[in-house]
């Protein structure tokens, strides 16, 4: 054992102490993972240092040939880890196995309900990493240095897993980083070499660097600091050892992709789906693009990692390389690999760089393709990445104009054919049931499914049989702002402007309503009489077959949920005067008409507009006043 210096005892962080608990507690049923998340990381490190080398050759030190080796010492009960990638220096240590550096994890761990079922549920949105190493070890010992750092910069790290770790300065001769896992008792299995060989392959098969194992499985000796050094101990590579992304897509087997799709995304689940391509001609590149299963827990987080893990001719450039998809793609994983750019772009030339932007828009109709390909032949799967991602690609009509229709016919919607409020029904179902003489797509925004589905607006809808996407969404009201058409169909907020039901209405129909709304001319007079500056226009509605009246938005004025939107925000929103329409025929109404008394005329006034703005999900200015005026009916109509 060599000399150790500067030795200190660190806490981990609280939310470190967290992980790994949940981990420990949730994971012992899947445990043989860890292999996978270490070996993960070693190939990781072996991408940057492959990085770094471009500029700085010295980094490789002679020793080019990066791999990853394991080996195990059955009496020790010790599997032992090796990579000669970049490794970590002092400062790396403590920053990267003390705490967890991914934003939102405080307001994560906060979730954890104790329950271990629901818990170990949401360890998968995390992702577990180098902690993984506790489920099997009582104790890990990591030896690291970092490449270009004299030997006497190698630094250990050591841990029980449980409050803190100690670090301390030792001699380390060789690059890179070993970690030995004191294996706890009832994990000796992992002290194996047929074991690890299958755990290899099983998970880490598609690793683009050799992972070696001593090539005589039964009486491998680890060689650590202490452990005799058995004579000349020969190797044997047990992964295949190419990068999976340039082998053809026939010889890639669907498991293959999959281990592969959790080692880039730091996923824990399998992916919905995959689109692997190889593109030659103008550009020539390689991309394979994952459409994960399920949402991190930090996908709303401004900082979340975003973007694909950039290769240039097969070297490792950078992660999160995000200019190579739209925003509202963010959640979708892969690599890319290109043969056009050099290998020393960094993230201000892709920004600048034509190439880019051709590449962009191919790789961005690949996933529009693929998710088509999804919703056509996996609607059970496409179910689940709508409810995981669906709001996210809601934001793209605003975003990427080019595809508009193609995003739009993605979208899934709850409407009135449903009562569960689920949203499953695409442009082109809504269309295809269109009713004979419907040439528009109909849709209101709310709240909540359950404040619209009774909603008045949707009377003469229910009446005439016309199905309407109910919008229930934050973002709804704002994507519809974007969205004016599909298929060359409109867009019809039934809630908004003079509502023309076009063809759908017969020539009688449309004789009758003018018919009405000429009769009802000094009915109108006296409505706007009393309602005064509380409304725009008051008017005979064609929207109500039971309500008494209903409000309507001005063609123009921004709906509810935008208005509460930007007053959240802390925006000044211009008052927007609502349209007043009336169902002559409703009894009230009758009654109003017969009314000769002006202040009972101006009481049930205010009380048929409060009562239209409560139906619309909206609040009363003044609700007291409301309060007020109905009680005095009631005690006139008991009196
Ligand atoms: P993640 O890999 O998701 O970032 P981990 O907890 O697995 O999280 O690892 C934390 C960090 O520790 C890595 O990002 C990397 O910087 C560093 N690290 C882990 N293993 C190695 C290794 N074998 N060589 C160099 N650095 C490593």
Known sequence: ??????????????????????????????????????????????????????AKPELLEGGAELKIRLSFDKDAKTVT??????????????????????SGTADFMKNLTGDQKKDSHLIGQFGVGFYSAFIVADKVDVFTRRAGSPASEGVHWSS??????????????????????????????FADGWRLRNVVKKYSDHIALPIELPKDPISSQEHGEEADKPAEQEWETVNRASALWT??????KDEEYQEFYKHVAHDFENPLS??????????????????????PFDLYQREAPKGLKLYVQRVFIMDQADEFLPLYLRFIKGVVDSNDLSLNVSREILQKDPVIDAMKSALT????????????????????FWKAFGQVLKEGPAEDFANKEKIAGLLRFASTQGDDGEQSVG?????????????????????????????????????KGIEVLLLTDRIDEWLMSYLTEFDGKHFVDVARGDLDLGKLDSEEDKKAQEEVAKAKEGLLERLKGALGEQVAEVRVS?????????????????????????EASGQKVPDAKPIFEINPQHPLIEKLDAEADEDRFADLSHILFDQAALAAGDSLKDPAAYVQRLNKLLVELSA
């Not at 770790?165 to 980083?177: P, S």
């Open 1 to 54: 054992m060599s000399v150790e210096t500067q030795k200190e005892t660190l806490g981990f962080q609280t939310e470190v102490k967290q992980l790994l608990h949940l981990m420990i507690h949730s994971l012992y049923s899947n445990k043989e993972i860890f292999l996978r998340e270490l070996i993960s990381n070693a190939s990781d490190a072996a991408d940057k240092l492959r990085f770094e080398a471009l």
């Open 81 to 102: 880890l090796e990579d000669n990638g970049i490794g970590m220096s002092r400062e790396e240590v403590i920053a990267h196995l003390g705490t967890i550096a991914k």
């Open 160 to 189: 029980k897993g449980e409050g803190d770790f100690e670090v301390a300065t030792i001699d380390k001769v060789e690059r890179g980083t070993r970690i030995v896992l004191h294996l706890k008792s009832g994990e000796e299995e």
């Open 247 to 252: 082998r053809g897509r026939t010889e890639v």
């Open 274 to 295: 995959w689109s692997h391509n190889k593109v030659e001609g103008k550009l020539e590149y390689t991309s394979l693009l994952y459409v994960p299963g399920r949402a």
């Open 365 to 384: 109709k690949r996933v529009l393709d693929m998710l088509e390909k999804l919703a056509k032949n996996e609607p059970e799967q496409y179910k689940q």
């Open 427 to 463: 442009l082109a179902d809504y269309i295809g049931r269109m009713k004979e003489g419907q040439d528009k797509v109909y849709f209101l925004t709310g709240e909540t499914f359950a404040q619209i589905k009774n909603s008045p607006h949707l009377e003469v809808f229910r009446k």
């Open 542 to 566: 064609h929207r109500l077959t039971d309500s008494p009246a209903i409000l309507a938005i001005g063609e123009q004025d921004l709906g509810l949920q935008m208005r509460q939107i930007l």
